[in-house]
C-alpha cells in the first residue's frame, strides 16, 4: 500500500510513495472518515499496536528525464491530535525523524528504507466528532528555491488491555413518589468491546401506563477544557425491550451484544484534549409521551484486535 503525492511549482513534478515492510502479512482495518468533498468516505489502514517497530521504503520518482534537487529528504512517525472546535494548531504527542539524504537529486527513481524500532504508541486511534487522533509516516522532501514537498502515509493503532480485577455489578433505581418504581441490575460494570450486557429490569411499583420501553448505547466525546469544554453525544445503538404495559412484581432480562456496534474503549483524558465515554440509556414512555430515563456508564476495553 502506498500514496502519492505530486507537487506543482518551481521545479519538476516528483511522487513519493510510503510502503510498510511486513504489508502482505499485517492486518488491515476499515475506517469510515471525511472525504476532501466532505462526504462519508471509508478508508483502509494497516494496524499496527504499541511497540510495534515501524519500517519500510520511501520510493521518490519523477517522470523520465526529468531531475529535482534537494537539500534534504527526511522521514518521520508522528503522533497528531486534531481538535475540530479549537482554534489551536495540531497537537503532535510523538514525532521521531530520520534524515535518510543530505543535499542530492532524484532522477527517475531513487529508494531510501526507514526503520522506526519499538515506538511507544500508547494511544489508540481515533475518528471521532471533533477529535482524531493520527498515527503517520510523513516524508519531507527540502529544497533551496521551491516549496517542501511533504507526503504523508497514515496507520492505524489498536491496543489490547488486561480485564480489571474489580468488576462489580450495576444497581440502579428510576422512581416518581406513589407512581413509579422501577429497580435494574446489570451483571458488570467494564465489558469488552464483544462482551454481553446482562441484566434485568424489575417493576416494583406501576401506577402509571407505559407504552414502551427501549435501551440505547450513547457515546460521548468531551473535548476542550475548563470554560471551553464541548460535550457531543451520538446514539450508537438503540432497541426496543418492551412493548406494552408492565404489571408490578414482573421482571424483564436484558440481554445486549457489544460486538455488531461500531464501539471503542473508553479513553479518559487523552494528552489532556479529549475523553470518550459510553452509557446505557434506559427510556420509558408513557401513553402521554412522557419520557422517563435513566443513564449509567460503562467502561469499555480492548480485549483482542
Not at 510495534?52 to 491530535?81: A, F, N
Not at 503532535?92 to 525523524?97: D, I, K, R, V, Y
Not at 460494570?189 to 406501576?206: P, R
Not at 418492551?242 to 412484581?249: L, N, T, V
Request: aromatic share 12%.
Amino acid at each position: 500500500m502506498f500514496s502519492k503525492g505530486r507537487i506543482f511549482g518551481f521545479g519538476t513534478p516528483i511522487d513519493i510513495n510510503v510502503t510498510f515492510n511486513d504489508a502482505d502479512n499485517r492486518k488491515r482495518i476499515g475506517v469510515l472518515g471525511t472525504g476532501a468533498d466532505g462526504t462519508p468516505e471509508r478508508k483502509t489502514f494497516y494496524l499496527f499496536t504499541n511497540l510495534d517497530t515501524i519500517s519500510g521504503q520511501v520510493i521518490l520518482s519523477t517522470p523520465p528525464g526529468k531531475r529535482v534537487e534537494y537539500t534534504e529528504v527526511k522521514c518521520e512517525m508522528v503522533g497528531q491530535i486534531n481538535i475540530a472546535n479549537d482554534t489551536t494548531v495540531l497537537h503532535e504527542f510523538t514525532t521521531l525523524a530520520q534524515v535518510l539524504e543530505g543535499p542530492n537529486f532524484v532522477e527517475e527513481t531513487k529508494v531510501f528504507d526507514y526503520k522506526f524500532e519499538d515506538v511507544e504508541k500508547p494511544h489508540e486511534s481515533y475518528s471521532g466528532i471533533n477529535a482524531h487522533l493520527r498515527y503517520m509516516i510523513r516524508v519531507t522532501i527540502s529544497r533551496s528555491y521551491a516549496t517542501n514537498i511533504i507526503e504523508e502515509q497514515e496507520f492505524w493503532v489498536q491496543n489490547v488491555t488486561q480485564e480489571s480485577e474489580m468488576n462489580s455489578s450495576i444497581k440502579m433505581e428510576v422512581g416518581i413518589e406513589e407512581c413509579l418504581h422501577i429497580e435494574f441490575e446489570y451483571n458488570k460494570s467494564k465489558y469488552h468491546l464483544n462482551d454481553v450486557v446482562l441484566g434485568k429490569i424489575f417493576f416494583l411499583l406501576v401506577k402509571i401506563k407505559i407504552k414502551f420501553m427501549e435501551l440505547s448505547i450513547i457515546r460521548r466525546e468531551t473535548t476542550g477544557q475548563g470554560a471551553n469544554i464541548y460535550n457531543e453525544s451520538e446514539t450508537v445503538a438503540k432497541y426496543e425491550i418492551m412493548d406494552g404495559a408492565p404489571i408490578k412484581g414482573e421482571s424483564i432480562p436484558v440481554r445486549l451484544f457489544l460486538g455488531g456496534f461500531k464501539l471503542t474503549p473508553t479513553y479518559i483524558h487523552v494528552c489532556n484534549k479529549f475523553s470518550t465515554k459510553y452509557y446505557l440509556n434506559l427510556v420509558l414512555v408513557d401513553e402521554e409521551d412522557r419520557r422517563y430515563y435513566k443513564q449509567q456508564e460503562l467502561m469499555l476495553w480492548r480485549k483482542h484486535l
